[in-house]
């Protein structure tokens, strides 16, 4: 499995930003999509998943209702649609992926594959 991000950038707080998560080679039809972001100095954290049978999503307190996680099946991609984005928003942001549903432990699954991540810089 192979997955390559996009749409990182610099906004200003309060902007919107939506990130791009294509997904190729052996790919299942039951897996789970996760974003991720580790800002400098601090520990990588979940931020949203999405189970890609029934498209349940689930999503880290600190981002509920301002973040929306997505899935286009036709085009292999999962998106994390960011609003009301604020500096505390900055950092690198990767895409993860698990074969399986997520569970209840999304966000520790042992992702075994992963993007390169994108860059989201939020100024104040």
């Known amino acids: 499995v192979q997955l390559v991000e996009s749409g990182g950038g610099s906004v200003q707080a309060g902007g919107s930003l939506r990130l791009s998560c294509v997904v190729s080679g052996d790919t299942y039809s039951t897996m789970c999509f996760g974003w991720f972001r580790q800002a400098p100095g601090q520990e990588r954290e979940g931020v949203a998943a999405?189970?890609?049978?029934?498209?349940?999503?689930y999503y880290a307190d600190s981002v509920k209702g301002r973040f929306t996680i997505s899935q286009d099946n036709a085009n292999n991609t999962v998106y994390l649609q960011m609003n009301s984005l604020k500096a505390e928003d900055t950092a690198m942001y990767s895409c993860?992926?698990?074969?399986?549903?997520?569970?209840?432990?999304?966000?520790?699954?042992?992702?075994?594959?992963w993007g390169q991540g994108t860059q989201v810089t939020v100024s104040s």
């Open positions: 999405i189970y890609s049978l029934d498209g349940s999503t």
């Open positions: 993860a992926a698990h074969v399986g549903d997520c569970g209840g432990s999304y966000w520790d699954l042992g992702y075994p594959y």
